[in-house]
């Protein structure tokens, strides 16, 4: 069961880290802090978007359309919302970020964009 989990989890791993957005996040992220943190964040995060994706998704189906329609809306205005607010200046340079810091945005990052 295990050696199935890790088999099924690994060609997902690889195959999102070659497409879409992923590549654009991981660039960046790559630009600001080192590697072995990055990629230990966007192993978690993988590891829980697909628990979370399962269990949300068994819930959402008992929704109502119009509800799931309006919180899809809603989320979709607040988000452009706080992305336009949002300064583009960087705050720190490389060399000032921890291990710690590095993961859990590399964590947050994959978590919430994909």
């Known amino acids: 069961m295990v050696l199935i989990f890790l088999t099924t ?13 992923l590549l654009y996040t991981t660039g960046v992220l790559a630009a600001r802090y080192r590697t072995a943190p990055i990629m ?13 994706a399962v269990l949300i998704g ?3 189906s ?5 509800l799931v329609a309006a919180i899809t809306a809603t989320s979709f205005l607040g988000i452009a919302f706080v992305l336009w607010r949002k300064s583009d200046r960087p ?13 859990i ?9 994909e």
């Open 40 to 52: 230990l964040g966007m192993a978690a995060a993988f590891m829980a978007k697909m628990g979370v």
């Open 58 to 60: 068994e819930a959402i």
């Open 9 to 21: 989890f690994g060609a997902v791993f690889v195959a999102e880290i070659v497409g879409d957005k």
């Open 105 to 113: 945005v590399s964590f947050a990052a994959i978590f919430f964009s």
């Open 62 to 66: 008992k929704l109502p359309r119009l």
């Open 91 to 103: 705050r720190e340079s490389k060399g000032e970020h921890r291990a710690s810091k590095a993961t």
